[in-house]
């Protein structure tokens, strides 16, 4: 089989631009790896190889035409599944949208327009859980033990990258969808600042903490997604209309005179001693390299998840009521009247998970709890916003875990809602507070898992976290997944 | 604070679900936890503080008013459960 | 016991914008089903709403218009109910933070003028239609009107009776159709209403328990589900038990209302911010921009008819509700005409040829110059006054000036004595009776005489001259 898949996108653009490869090549290998290693690893609901071997074709006839192309253009990813694709069925994993074609793209879609779709990647049911387990379709298993989760929601597109299913992939984080199952995978997800990537497309879980961000192999990668997809949408009332930046640029290597803060209560209680024990390590070396590094405190963490899962909830129990059987999507068989339609379909098309959180949301807003839930922990939201906005006086970026532990069985977790919400506790703040966050491999515990360490940015401060994540970079093992006996 | 089941079948009902018996006593006792674990939101004090609804701070963002194509009614049926003369279908009983 | 009426109203009026007010779909009335939505207004997953800046301009434009405040800080929120019409399983709307608040609508009633509060305007999107088949036995969806933009206006209970009522939303309807942001086309439900109304024992000062009526959709309809709710409400009262506080279903074939949920069933919206949508900061500058565009409204303009033009109060008030009228006062006064004159052919002549064609009165196809044409020509003696109600209609079918439609159909006035005097002789000799009749002393007989000239000559003779000449001839009998 072709090494190509194992090469990183920033080594493929230029092979491609070389002409040294076409994109047909690479992405009939990358069909061929799929092939090889999905029945071990389940990362994608959906395949669209005649789709996307018709892109990297088309790509492949600009180029040799010398037509301007974008820099990724003809190197395959992976979107997932709550990402609407034109013409591709976009599930965000529940039986609910089994067979919803959108007949639009989601703008972000538009944007990587020369990129081949290789397949819509797997994740929990409208991307609430952080195990996608609560998939409607399949689980996904984690590369590096087929035996436990990748993380979630976005862990089929975690998944893929982390093994070789896709040289990059988008995922979308509303609470660190993006960032724990790149930590758990071993693969670099970032989540920009909120309103840097146009949402116009992405299915909304919660409007107001939902972003879209790249999966990539590493640093360099991911700010050459985050080039192609940030910028400002007049679809999306919330994108920042601000011009766009060259994340390349901050791809130094040098952090001297940076300075890093290390907030203690996100390696305090409930973190494992090997998670902390890397935070610490990736401490060292960002010191070695001349950063200047100390511990720092963010009072408001304690109360981040529970307002997070107020607020996310009741967004989302007002998001998942236009699934009602009338213009898309699944509709319950034998209905005979409207009511019937809107129950049964209802009931029946929605997994146990998105039932809870309706349910939750439904509360939270409801006349009489509004003002003692939703509003409070909206007021705790600030709170948490200026808890950082006083911290990012002192420091460029935050050093923090992305995940308290690291990949855990299948079914672990699945019993006790709130044991599997405290999985959210390193990432849920960032969302709250809009900021932007990266999770990046920096080596693995005593049982191989991957661990990832998080670096937080202040507002717009996205390219802090590409220097730092690159300098750091250079410190962490490579790590790769065996698959099926292989690499 | 615990939430009982008659406030659980009020909610299901305005949330449009049905549920089955096990699931009433499940998230019963599932919600009233998770209340209870908001309730740790009550330890700080809130009264000075204004809700923020947004994760930026953009106000008076507009669209002009111009006019672009609409979707082909096809288009906008493809995904219909069940569609008739141009319009989305809704069964009815006869009463 | 004498009971007294207390009457709120809660409008929609659709917008005029071309397109919706979340989407960039055209905003018309007609057309096949589902032939103007886009993935945003048929809510689609994935997509978001973006506003449609003439909308706010609109919705403050309206509060200007009825002497609003206007929010300095606004913002959208969610209405959350199910119904297959509402594509997102919920409303954009506006909950706490309203466009416009604490104006006032003034009207005409038989005491004199009143001043109706105004409780808030606020911006929202309209829904789709949800209707039966049942033949088929089956309900359409159909998502044109879906995301229409409305505007919401809230009355404060200051109504006291169906007529008031009425008063109200005819003063509201001419407002809005005045500053142009709303045609108000009742027939394509551009306007429609909820109707609050309680009972309370005459001098009586807390108000009764108040039901709300739903589904009215023309003004005749909100006058008789409001006379049809206090009748309903006084035959409870006067039984001895008390009106429940419930939402009614307007039937306006049956004449009657429903009860479609009581006070316990009532629906709990669960309101919270958009978070799709950003808050509106509206400037000052911007406020008085839209302010300094306002053209004249109609209690302005009714003021100025009775003031500079000497108009009477019942005048000033018919033509100022219009806004066709009203500009066809100014301009034929412009160019010269009398004012009571031209009020007299616009409420007259004009007003009974737009009622027979089924126009209103903005499609009147002439303008001020030919009726001020048509005004003078009777003045000049040119022609008379029944030859000029004659030709009122041809001014409507043709565009051709009054003088033009005289010549080409032969209506020039005769004032001729010789002429006239003629014709007089040949009236005598046609009718000796009535020339014995006068001998003998019935002087009343030279109307009759009068008459007979005016249908000798088509009616093209003048009068006066037609006067002075009788005089004449008769005096040589």
């Known amino acids: 089989m072709s090494e190509l898949i194992f090469k990183t996108a920033h080594e493929l653009a230029d092979l491609l631009e070389k002409k040294e490869i076409s994109s047909e090549e690479l992405t009939n290998a990358q069909f061929e790896r799929i092939e090889k290693t999905e029945k071990y690893i389940d990362a994608y609901i959906s395949l669209n190889k005649e789709g996307a071997l018709n892109k990297a074709r088309e790509i492949d006839r600009k180029r040799a035409e010398g037509q301007k192309l974008s820099h990724l253009a003809g190197i395959p990813a992976a979107i997932k599944d709550n990402i609407c694709t034109k013409g591709i069925t976009t599930t965000c994993a529940s039986k609910m949208l089994y067979n919803f074609v959108p007949p639009y793209n989601a703008s972000v879609m538009d944007r990587l327009s020369d990129t081949p779709i290789l397949g819509k990647a797997n994740m929990d049911e409208f991307a609430m859980g952080s195990s996608t387990e609560t998939s409607y379709f399949k689980k996904t298993k984690n590369p590096f033990d087929t035996g436990r989760i990748p993380g979630g929601s976005s862990g089929g597109s975690g998944a893929a990258v982390s093994a070789s299913e896709a040289i990059f992939a988008l995922g979308s984080d509303t609470g660190g969808s993006i960032r724990q199952p790149a930590s758990l995978c071993g693969v670099v997800g970032f989540k920009p600042t909120y309103g840097l990537v146009s949402r116009y497309g992405l299915v909304a879980f919660a409007s107001s903490l939902d972003q879209i961000g790249p999966f990539t192999k590493d640093i360099h990668d991911c700010a050459l997604v985050l080039n192609e997809i940030c910028g400002h949408d007049e679809h999306d009332s919330t994108s920042l209309d601000i011009p766009t930046a060259d994340f390349t640029k901050a791809l130094t290597g040098d952090v001297k005179g940076m300075k890093i803060g290390v907030p203690k209560e996100y390696i305090g209680e409930g973190v494992s001693d090997e998670v902390r024990e890397k935070v610490l390590e990736a401490a060292r070396e960002f010191e070695k390299m001349g950063a200047e590094v100390d511990e720092c405190s963010l009072s408001m963490m304690p109360y981040s998840l529970a307002a997070y899962y107020l607020i996310s909830s009741a967004e989302a129990s007002s998001n998942l009521a236009r699934y009602d059987g009338i213009r898309y999507g699944f509709r319950a068989d034998g209905c005979t009247d409207v009511d019937e339609v809107f129950f049964k379909t209802r009931s029946e098309g929605f997994g146990d998970e998105v039932k809870r959180r309706i349910m939750l949301g439904t509360f939270v807003l409801s006349s009489g709890y509004y003002d003692a839930y939703y509003k409070k922990a909206q007021k705790v939201r600030t709170l948490i916003r200026e808890d950082f906005n006083k911290t990012f006086e002192k420091y460029d970026v935050l050093l923090a875990p992305t995940s308290p532990c690291t990949a855990w069985k299948f079914g672990e977790k699945s019993a006790d809602p709130l044991e599997m919400y405290a999985a959210d506790i390193c990432t849920v703040s960032i969302n709250i507070a809009g900021l932007p966050a990266a999770s990046m491999p920096f080596g693995v515990d005593k049982g191989g898992l991957p661990i990832g360490v998080q670096l937080i940015g202040k507002p717009l401060g996205d390219a802090d976290i590409i220097r730092a994540g690159y300098a750091l970079e250079v410190h962490a093992p490579k790590i790769s997944p065996e698959i099926g006996g292989a690499r | 604070m615990s939430i009982t089941k008659k406030e659980v079948e009020h909610l299901a009902n305005l949330a449009r679900l049905t549920l089955s018996d096990d699931e009433k006593a499940r998230l019963t006792r599932e919600m009233s936890n998770i209340i209870d674990f908001a309730q740790k939101l009550d330890e700080t004090d809130y009264d000075s503080v204004k809700p923020t609804m947004h994760a930026n701070a953009k106000t008076n963002v507009f669209r002009e008013d111009e006019i672009k194509p609409s979707f082909k009614a096809s288009e906008i049926l493809q995904n219909a459960p069940q569609q008739d003369e141009g319009c989305f279908v809704v069964p009815r009983t006869v009463e | 016991m004498k009971y007294e009426t207390v009457v709120g109203l809660e409008i929609h009026a659709e917008l005029s914008t071309k397109t919706k007010i979340y989407c960039s779909c055209e905003n018309s009335f007609g057309g096949s089903e589902n032939t103007r939505c886009c993935p945003v207004c048929i809510g689609l997953p994935g997509t978001l709403p973006t506003l449609n800046k003439k909308v706010v301009e609109y919705g403050i434009k309206a509060g200007l218009a009825m002497n609003c405040e206007i929010a300095e800080y606004s913002k959208q929120d969610r209405k959350n109910y199910f119904y297959p019409d509402l594509p997102k399983a919920y409303q954009i709307s506006q909950f706490d933070f309203p466009l416009c608040e604490h104006g006032f609508v003034i009207i005409d009633t038989e005491n004199g003028q009143k001043k109706i509060g105004i409780t808030r305007i606020h911006i929202e999107e309209d829904a789709g239609k949800f209707t039966h088949d049942p033949y088929r036995n089956l309900s359409r969806v159909d998502y044109n009107r879906g995301g229409v933009p409305l505007i919401e206006i809230v009355s404060e209970p200051d109504i006291r009776s169906s007529a008031e009522a009425n008063a109200f939303l005819e003063a509201v309807r001419s407002i809005l159709k005045c500053i142009g942001v709303s045609d108000c086309k009742m027939q394509e439900g551009s306007l429609r209403c909820d109707v609050n109304v309680s009972v309370r024992p005459e001098g009586q000062k807390e108000f009764g328990v108040r039901s709300e009526c739903k589904n009215v959709n023309s003004f005749s309809g909100a006058v008789r589900a409001i006379d049809y709710e206090r009748a309903r409400q006084i035959e409870i009262l006067e039984s001895g038990a008390e009106v429940e506080q419930e939402t009614r279903r307007w039937d306006d074939m049956a004449g009657k209302s429903f009860l479609l949920r009581s006070k316990e069933e009532a629906h709990d919206y669960r309101y919270f911010p958009e978070p799709d949508l950003m808050p509106m900061e509206i400037s000052r500058g911007w406020v008085e921009e839209i302010r300094e565009s306002l053209p004249e409204l109609p ?73 001020a044409e048509l005004i003078a020509l009777i003045n000049k003696g040119t022609i008379s006054g029944s030859i000029a109600k004659q030709i009122v209609p041809d001014m409507f079918e043709s565009d051709k000036s009054p003088e033009e439609i005289v010549k080409a159909k032969g209506l020039l006035q005769i004032s001729d004595e010789g002429e006239i005097a003629k014709i007089i002789k040949e009236v005598f000799e046609a009718n000796p009776k009535a020339i014995e009749d006068y001998k003998g002393g019935k002087t009343n007989v030279r109307g009759f005489l009068t008459g007979q000239v005016m249908r000798a000559t088509k009616g093209k003779a003048n009068p006066a001259v037609i006067n002075k000449q009788l005089e004449i001839e008769l005096g040589k009998l």
């Open chain 3, 299 to 371: 209690h302005e303009k009714k003021a100025r008819f009775m003031a500079e033009y000497g108009l009477p109060e019942y005048d000033s008030g018919l033509i100022s509700v219009s806004d066709g009228f009203s500009k066809l006062l100014d301009d034929t006064v412009g160019c010269g005409a009398a004012p009571k004159e031209a009020s007299n052919w616009i409420l007259g002549e004009i007003s009974k040829e737009i009622n027979e064609r089924c126009i209103t009165s903005d499609d009147v196809p002439f303008g001020g110059q030919a009726l």
